[in-house]
């Protein structure tokens, strides 16, 4: 069974850069697709980007275009989440996800509920950007 556990948060300042980690156990990671989520305190969970098996890449979040990138080391087991030029609304905890059913290994297309569509959910890491 998936199980998947974050890393990399902490804090950071604007402007700054992080990157999490996604790493998986109890399966390869090769036929999964994974997906970045966040939520901050009194928001509901969103998405931000997906990475297919293949490593197709669904963008959730226009908020972060052109400062986040996706990417996956199936040797490592591990897929990345990059954050760049971090502004104080990134904060939030952070959470890795994989698609639920049957099509695990592709990314769900973009919706405002997503997030239904993801489970396996790692504990989370907290990402805190302030000056």
């Known amino acids: 069974q998936l199980q998947l556990a974050e890393s990399g948060g902490g804090s950071g300042q604007p402007g700054g850069s992080l990157r999490l980690s996604c790493a998986a156990s109890?399966?390869?990671?090769?036929?999964?697709?994974i997906g970045w989520f966040r939520q901050a305190p009194g928001k509901e969970r969103e998405g931000i980007l997906c990475i297919s098996h293949n490593g197709d890449i669904t963008t959730y979040s226009d908020s972060v275009k052109g400062r986040f990138t996706i990417s996956r080391d199936n040797a490592k087991n591990t897929v990345y989440l990059q954050m760049n030029s971090l502004k104080p609304e990134d904060t939030a905890v952070y959470h890795c996800g994989s698609p639920l059913g049957i099509w695990q290994a592709v990314c769900p297309g973009s919706s405002p509920k997503v997030r239904e569509r993801f489970g396996s959910w790692g504990q989370g890491t907290q990402v805190t950007v302030s000056s």
């Open positions: 109890g399966v390869t990671l090769d036929y999964y697709a």
